[in-house]
């Protein structure tokens, strides 16, 4: 959930922002407006409109202000007065927003005209603005001093998103108050293109700047200097279009050619890491060659060694590697001998684990058989239907005596003295103990 | 006899469209309500495209040995540039388009597109489907970890269940089958091997051939339209069609590189599944296919062998045959079909495990 909030939410609403943005520009132009309504009700307009634009406008040039120069920002913030005066200053403009969009939501839900203009996307967007300065604010009084450590959580975080490498864990520690003021600020990237909101993107900065202007009515010539106009437009737009274009898929290129010849490169790896990774080659390699070798000695020899009968333990199997390389376990049966049973489950061919139950069973972990080890039969309704089987052993001395072995014919023991054959003994497995013994 | 063979060839081949006129100016594409499967197609290529790219990117690094295997594609993710994002494209466009080649057969399959003279299309699709299933079979192994030899030695283990379903002078031609699949007693550096030469030599050869004749017939007969009733509205393929689709490309390609930046492919198994394999250790708990195995693999852990094993394969060659079985069946049985068929596959896919657990008890 955590990673869907920091992670998903913000692409999706970034990539819902950059594509609703650009389809909305293209598909209708004509609807990027405020839709101000000022000509329906002018005067509670003014004083909820203006105190919510000066408020807001203020408070997300400061919000970018960190992210674009968090160095910058901390080195203010550092100076005691400042981040006094900053906090303060946010903590008022804040309370401004919200005494604007007060008066602004009053006036939608109390001005008839105002209401038939009234969607309910505005009606969405005024609740959750009010929600998300109001959460902005108790951010701010709750956990004080926001403007100095943001830089070294919330800033960071938002670049990880920006630079594609999304750290999560730098915001899911943080307070609940805050968790909920960025999901907010994410929720509002998407909806900029489904609302007036997108009107921000297109704020006439510039009528501050310009000459006045006088508005008249057109007349015939007036007309014909705007088609002319128009003309020049389009071929204007079409080599603006073009350039774009051009300037976009050299980009694009480039960034692409960049991955590639990267990629072909290979890493530049230190001298510690490459050793490293060679390490870890070799370990690789020689466990091949362990298993090689078991295949060798199987092939050359007509006994193999599986652990001195001293060694087995009735609770825990020991794996060894039976003659066609299959896995088997060694278990000490009650009187002492050796169990030795394929650890190869008859179902699907997986390896059986090595405990033991409490009623002398163990587990094939695929597909949940249960096998006796005495008989090697499967529970009941396992998937399993066959039975495992055991395998054929021989006990040697350290001279080479048979002390014992087990064929198709059962157990036969070759010596008297028991005690000895279970401290010194060495048990084998036999390639084909009919013909061998 | 003869004459036969040549007229149906002639019919499935129409030497006189064969020209850039009728295969590409001419086409039209009809525009109802279904005309939104005629995307899944071109999605499947680009898919497979993708699948091509990626992989040729990714054998730059790739060492087919049992010792190399697993720490060179470790090496691909942890230290190429941009290796991760190549090698979790690579198994992320891998799933989707075995997902799209199966949306793909069924709306073709509703809409009827195997009507005559478009049998071969249909025939050839077939064949992709199980070409692309060998591929994400053959592919699953190549990473040499523990899900991955564990659930390749069970899925090769069931070819092994027919034995003792034959006649006793028959019973061990199964097992000689798997052995000559694996190479060897056990899935070993033998099974690797090939495996590996099957995924990047033989299944890519055999893919672009019946794919050149799938696509080039396509041209040649034009997108079958789809409805019962009359076609009233069509588009020009070329360059409407074309523009739309290369625009559904874009956006797919987008969402499919995103995804693979974001999330690795493996997050969805436990950390001990992508260890390197350990031939003398027990098989970890929870190996189990890709998801798209899922519709057969449940089944297999709860009905008899055989019923699953006759199924499939009556289900194969019926899909084979389906341009002469259903030749007369309208288009609204076949939409029903494929409604149930879907609604199966998804049933299986989505809630299988669960289905397992109440048809076997336990948990």
């Known amino acids: ?437 | 006899m003869f004459r036969a063979f040549s007229d149906f060839l002639s019919a499935r081949f129409p030497v006189e469209k064969m020209n850039f006129n009728a295969m590409v100016a001419k086409k039209e594409v009809p525009v109802h309500k279904m005309s939104w499967a005629y995307y899944l197609g071109g999605l499947s290529l680009f898919f497979l495209i993708v699948q091509v790219v990626t992989g040729l990117m990714l054998l730059f690094y790739y060492e087919p040995t049992v010792s190399d295997a697993h720490a060179s594609v470790e090496f691909i993710t942890k230290h190429v540039s941009g290796g991760a994002l190549i090698r979790n494209m690579h198994s992320w466009s891998a799933s989707a388009m075995i997902f799209c080649v199966m949306a793909h057969m069924l709306t073709a399959f509703a809409m009827k597109a195997f009507e005559r003279p478009r049998e071969l299309i249909w025939v050839t699709g077939v064949i992709m489907l199980l070409l692309t299933f060998t591929f994400g079979f053959t592919g699953y192994l190549l990473p040499w970890n523990q899900i991955a030899v564990n659930a390749t030695k069970v899925g090769l283990q069931s070819i092994e269940e027919i034995g003792t379903f034959l006649p006793q002078s028959l019973s061990t031609l199964p097992r000689l089958i798997r052995e000559t699949i694996q190479g060897e007693a056990s899935v070993g550096q033998a099974t690797l091997s090939r495996f590996y030469a099957l995924h990047v030599v033989v299944l890519p050869l055999l893919m672009f051939a019946v794919l050149a004749l799938h696509l080039f017939s396509i041209q040649l007969h034009g997108m079958s339209k789809g409805v019962d009733s009359e076609v009233r509205k069509t588009e020009k393929f070329f360059p409407d069609f074309m523009i739309k689709d290369l625009t559904l490309w874009g956006v797919v390609f987008l969402v499919l590189f995103i995804v693979a930046l974001c999330l690795p492919f493996e997050s969805f198994f436990s950390y001990p599944l992508s260890e390197p394999y350990n031939p003398l250790g027990s098989t970890p708990e929870g190996i189990k296919p890709e998801w798209y195995f899922y519709f057969l693999y449940y089944p297999l852990e709860m009905l008899p062998f055989w019923v699953v094993f006759l199924v499939t394969n009556a289900a194969v060659l019926v899909l084979l045959l389906a341009p002469w079985i259903f030749r007369g069946t309208s288009r609204r049985t076949l939409r029903v079909l494929a409604v149930v068929i879907t609604a199966y596959l998804v049933l299986m896919t989505v809630f299988g495990e669960q289905i397992y657990y109440i048809v076997k008890g336990g948990q």
């Open chain 1, 1 to 437: 959930m955590e990673s869907f909030l920091f992670i998903g939410l913000p692409y999706i609403s970034i990539g819902l922002f950059l594509f609703g943005t650009i389809a909305r520009f293209r598909s209708s132009l004509y609807s990027i407006s405020s839709q101000s309504s000022q000509f329906l009700e002018h005067r509670a307009l003014r004083w909820g409109s203006t105190a919510w634009h000066i408020g807001i406008i203020l408070i997300l040039l400061a919000h970018i202000a960190v992210v674009l120069a968090p160095g910058l920002w901390t080195g203010l913030m550092s100076n005691k007065t400042i981040l006094l005066v900053t906090e303060s200053t946010g903590i008022a403009l804040s309370l401004l927003c919200l005494i604007g969009i007060l008066v602004l939501a009053v006036r939608r839900l109390v001005f008839s005209k105002v209401q038939a203009v009234t969607t309910n996307m505005d009606l969405v967007v005024l609740g959750l603005l009010f929600v998300q300065v109001g959460l902005g604010l108790a951010v701010a009084l709750k956990h004080k001093w926001g403007a100095a450590w943001a830089t070294g959580t919330v800033v960071p975080y938002l670049w990880s998103i920006l630079t594609l490498k999304p750290r999560a864990e730098l915001v899911t520690e943080m307070p609940l108050l805050v968790k909920a003021h960025v999901v907010g600020g994410f929720a509002f990237i998407a909806l900029i293109p489904f609302s007036r909101l997108i009107h921000m993107l297109t704020a006439p900065v510039h009528y501050l700047l310009r000459e006045p202007q006088l508005v008249v009515w057109s007349n015939l010539s007036r007309t014909r200097e705007a088609v002319i106009a128009q003309a020049y437009d389009s071929r204007r737009f079409f080599l603006r279009g073009f350039v774009a274009t051009g300037a976009g898929a050299t980009m694009l290129a480039v960034g692409v050619m960049d991955k590639l010849v990267r990629f072909f490169q290979g890493p530049k790896l230190s001298k510690e890491q490459e050793a490293a990774l060679m390490e870890e080659k070799l370990i690789r390699i020689k466990s091949t060659v362990e298993q090689r070798e078991l295949e060798y000695e199987r092939l050359k020899n007509d006994y193999i060694y599986v652990c001195r009968v001293s060694d087995l333990d009735a609770r825990v199997g020991r794996y060894f590697t039976d003659f066609e390389m299959r896995p088997a376990l060694a278990f000490r049966d009650e009187d002492g001998l050796p169990l030795l049973i394929s650890a190869k489950c008859t179902h699907l061919g997986c390896t059986i684990a090595n405990e033991l139950s409490a009623d002398g069973k163990i587990l094939c972990p695929c597909h949940i058989s249960y096998f006796d080890i005495k008989t090697g039969q499967p529970n009941e309704g396992s998937p399993a239907k066959s039975p495992l089987p055991h395998l054929d052993w021989v006990i040697f001395d350290s001279q080479g005596n048979l002390l014992a072995q087990r064929n198709s014919s059962g157990v036969t023991i070759e010596t008297k003295d028991l005690a000895l054959l279970l401290q010194q003994g060495s048990l084998y497995i036999v390639k084909n103990l009919d013909k061998r013994v």
